[in-house]
Every structure is written in structure tokens, then in C-alpha cells.
């Protein structure tokens, strides 16, 4: 009765969490403009944070570095500057690192370099970026919608996932990296995930196809995601990414499965389809 009683109040507890998150990543994203930019802004560098975070409890993290480059990328991308700014930042931010790795080895004699070049730098890459196409998908035309259907199929495909896999989940998936996850839930989320995608077309009375596609990516690749900051966790020795959010952990615990499916969505429908 105790185990049960402890189980309902997770679930509450996540499911508060969750409709606070929900109405706040949505509010944002229907007003868009500076708001959009602000709400996506603020929560890649919290998530950078929380990515520092867990790579210093291994080695020497330039995290100012970091910050500084992310708020340069999300500014200029999101300005109109030329695009190439984006590699020369990256470019720059790297042999800044190093140079602080100069320094650090002569004054005190040790170094980590090449640590510290790719912890600050795959931080960048693996959160900044992401957000800022997103930023940049909310500014086309059509693409306020295809973040809509984006969100609401992850978090269709999350649910899913959870519920199959915890009622019928039986065979694992990759248990050396997310013991909890199984097949029964891969195949649940991702029906979930396309399944909303086609029901939010049919609801604003949309051709579906465009939203089929963002169901497909959000079922297959967001899964992908979720277990590439669980990789990231087991490497740091940690269970959340952050405390920050009740029942969900950190930030980046609620949005991982967000950045590969936001950019594979900008990737489709800005570059190729565009």
C-alpha cells in the first residue's frame, strides 16, 4: 500500500511538473517573436549548465566559454547575421579553450586540453544549436505549426513510452544504457508520436503529410535522443542532469528528446523541403 501510495504521488508530482512545463513551452511558442527566442534561449543555457555541470565532475570545464559562445550563436543566427558566423564562433570559442590550457600548464603544471576543448565545444553542439534553429524554424512561414506538432508528438511519444514499457515492457533495448527501456515501449512511443501527429492535422484541418513526417522523426529520433543523455549520464555517474524540475530532474532530463527532433525538423522542412 506504501509503494503504492509513493507511486501516486511520482506520478502526481510529474504530472504537475508537466502541465506547468507544457503550458509554458506553448504560451511561448504561440506568442513567438523575442518571447520564443527568450523562452528557447533561457532553456539552452540552463541545460548547457546542467551539461557543464555533470562534465566537471570529470574534468576542467571552460564553462564562461561556453556561455559566451552559446549567447553569441543564439544571437547572431537569430539576428540575420550570415550563418558562417556560427562555424567561426565555434572555431574561435575552440582555440580560446586551448589557450586557457596554455595557461593553466604553465602556471600550474597540468592541462586538459583535449578534454576541455570537447566537453565546452560538444556542449555547444549538442544544446546551443539545436534551440537555435529552433528559434529560427518558429520565424518561417508554417513553422509556429511544425514546432506545435513537433512538441506535442514528443511528448506523446514520452508518455507512450513510459506507460507500454512500465504495463508491458518486456524485452529490453538497450539495458546497458537505459535498463528501464524496451521494445514494447520504442514501438508504443513511436506509434503514440505519429498517431498525434495525424490527429493535430486532422484537428486544425491541415493536409497531414507534413505532420506525418514530424510524427516519424519525434517517434524514432527523439527516442535516439532520450538515450544519448542517458549515455551522457552513466558516463558522469549521475541519475538527473539537474534537480530543477520536480519529478523530472533537470532541465535537459524533460527537453533531450527536443534537440534532435527540432533540429531534424529545421533540417527538413528549412533546408530541404524549403
Known amino acids: 500500500m506504501a509503494l503504492s501510495s509513493e507511486k501516486l504521488r511520482e506520478l502526481t ?15 511561448s511558442l504561440y506568442v513567438g517573436g523575442m518571447v520564443w ?23 576542467k570545464v571552460s564553462k564562461g566559454i561556453g556561455f559566451l559562445t552559446s549567447g553569441l550563436i543564439i544571437f547572431s543566427v537569430s539576428e540575420g547575421i550570415h550563418p558562417v558566423s556560427l562555424v567561426l564562433t565555434l572555431s574561435v570559442s575552440a582555440f ?18 583535449i578534454w576541455n576543448m570537447g566537453g565546452t565545444i560538444s556542449g555547444i553542439v549538442y544544446i546551443t544549436i539545436p534551440w537555435t534553429f529552433m528559434i529560427l524554424l518558429r520565424r518561417l512561414p508554417g513553422g509556429g505549426l511544425l514546432l506545435l506538432a513537433m512538441f506535442i508528438a514528443t511528448w506523446s511519444c514520452d508518455v ?31 506509434s ?36 544519448a543523455e542517458s549515455v551522457i549520464k552513466r558516463e ?15 532541465v535537459l532530463d524533460r527537453f533531450d528528446s527536443t534537440l534532435i527532433n527540432g533540429l531534424l525538423v529545421y533540417v527538413l522542412f528549412g533546408v530541404i523541403l524549403r
Open 13 to 27: 508530482l510529474r504530472g504537475g511538473s508537466s502541465l506547468v512545463i507544457v503550458a509554458g513551452t506553448l504560451s
Open 37 to 59: 527566442t527568450f523562452f528557447a534561449s533561457a532553456v539552452a543555457l540552463i541545460s548547457l549548465a546542467e551539461f557543464y555541470g555533470m562534465l566537471s565532475r570529470k574534468f
Open 96 to 113: 580560446v579553450v586551448l589557450f586557457v590550457e596554455i595557461i593553466r600548464r604553465q602556471l600550474r603544471g597540468e592541462s586538459f586540453a
Open 160 to 190: 507512450a513510452a513510459y506507460l507500454i514499457g512500465s504495463r508491458w515492457g518486456r524485452t529490453l533495448l538497450c539495458v546497458n544504457v537505459s535498463p528501464n527501456k524496451t521494445w514494447e515501449g520504442f514501438f508504443g512511443g513511436f
Open 192 to 227: 503514440a508520436a505519429l498517431l498525434a501527429s495525424v490527429l493535430l492535422a486532422f484537428i486544425l484541418e491541415i493536409p497531414p503529410i507534413p505532420f506525418v513526417y514530424v510524427g516519424i522523426i519525434c517517434g524514432f529520433a527523439g527516442q535516439l535522443g532520450d538515450l
Open 236 to 250: 558522469s555517474w549521475v541519475k538527473d542532469s539537474g534537480t530543477l524540475i520536480p519529478g523530472h530532474g533537470g
